[in-house]
C-alpha cells in the first residue's frame, strides 16, 4: 500500500465514493500549472467555453491533451497517482483513461451542474475512479460529492452542460437530477491546498459553485481505472 493511503481510506472510499487525499501531487503543482496554460492558450478539438452570454467570468475545460502536453505527460508517470488510485480501488493496476483540465476564473458565476460521469463515459465497472486537483488554494469552490450516490440503484439522467438536453432515448432508466442541498444529502467537501486531491467514483454525484473569489481555481483531473473496466457504447459526443 502507498504511504500515502490508509485502510480509512480504503473503507471511505468504499463506502461514500470520495475521499480526500491530502498532498497527492503536492510536488507536481508548478508542472501542472504550466500544462494548464499551454492547454488554455492552444485548446484540443474536446476543448469547452461552458457558459452562456448572460454569465460572467469564464469556465474552459479541455481533455485528452496529455500525449502533446509534456507536463501532462511527466505527472501522469512520474506521480503517485496510478498506485494510490489502485489501492483505492482495490484493483491489482490502475490504467489511465483520461485527463481533465477545468478552469474558473474569477468573478465566475456558473456552478458546476450535478452529475455523475459514469453515462458520459464509454468505461463500465466497478473499479473506477477519478482526481480532482487544483493548483490554486481552493474553498467554497472545492468539488461537492454526494456521500454514497455511486451505490444508487438507478444513474442520475446525463445532460448537456450549456444546452441541458438530454441526450439517451430511454430517461426512464435513469434517475432526475436530484437537489442535494435542498433534499438533506450527505455532501462531502473539503477546502484544498494546491496537490491535494479528491478521488471519486465515477458514478458519484458530483459538481462545484462558481468562483465568485478574486483568485483563479484551476483543477487537474486525472481519470483511471481498474481490472474490471471494460468498453462500452453510450452516447453522445
Known amino acids: 500500500m502507498h504511504p500515502l493511503v490508509t485502510q480509512q481510506h480504503i473503507d471511505d472510499y468504499a463506502r461514500d465514493g470520495a475521499v480526500l487525499v491530502r498532498g497527492l501531487l503536492a510536488g507536481f503543482v508548478e508542472e ?4 494548464i496554460e499551454m492547454n488554455m492558450s492552444d485548446p484540443g ?11 460572467t467570468g469564464r469556465f474552459f475545460d479541455d481533455y485528452c491533451n496529455w500525449t502533446r502536453i509534456p507536463p501532462f505527460d511527466a505527472v501522469i ?56 486537483c487544483p493548483v490554486d488554494p481552493v474553498g467554497a469552490a472545492s468539488l461537492r460529492c454526494v456521500a454514497g450516490s455511486h451505490l444508487w440503484p438507478r444513474p442520475v439522467l446525463p445532460t448537456r452542460w450549456l444546452s441541458e438536453e438530454n441526450f439517451y432515448a430511454d430517461e426512464e432508466a435513469f434517475m432526475p437530477v436530484p437537489d442535494p442541498d435542498a433534499e438533506g444529502m450527505r455532501i462531502l467537501e473539503w477546502p484544498l491546498e494546491p496537490g491535494d486531491a ?40
Open 77 to 132: 508517470r512520474r506521480s503517485p497517482a496510478a498506485e494510490v488510485a489502485a489501492d483505492l480501488m482495490g484493483s491489482d493496476s490502475a490504467q489511465l483513461f483520461h485527463d481533465h483540465v477545468l478552469v474558473k476564473e474569477p468573478g465566475t458565476s456558473k456552478a458546476t451542474p450535478w452529475h455523475q460521469d459514469s453515462p458520459y463515459y464509454f468505461v463500465e465497472g466497478q473499479q473506477t475512479l477519478s482526481f480532482w
Open 45 to 55: 478539438p474536446y476543448a469547452a467555453e461552458n457558459l452562456k452570454p448572460c454569465e
Open 198 to 237: 479528491v478521488a471519486f467514483d465515477f458514478g458519484v454525484l458530483h459538481g462545484a459553485r462558481g468562483n465568485e473569489s478574486d483568485i483563479r481555481r484551476r483543477a487537474f483531473s486525472l481519470r483511471l481505472v481498474g481490472d474490471d473496466a471494460r468498453y462500452v457504447e453510450r452516447p453522445g459526443r
Open 32 to 35: 501542472i500549472a504550466a500544462g
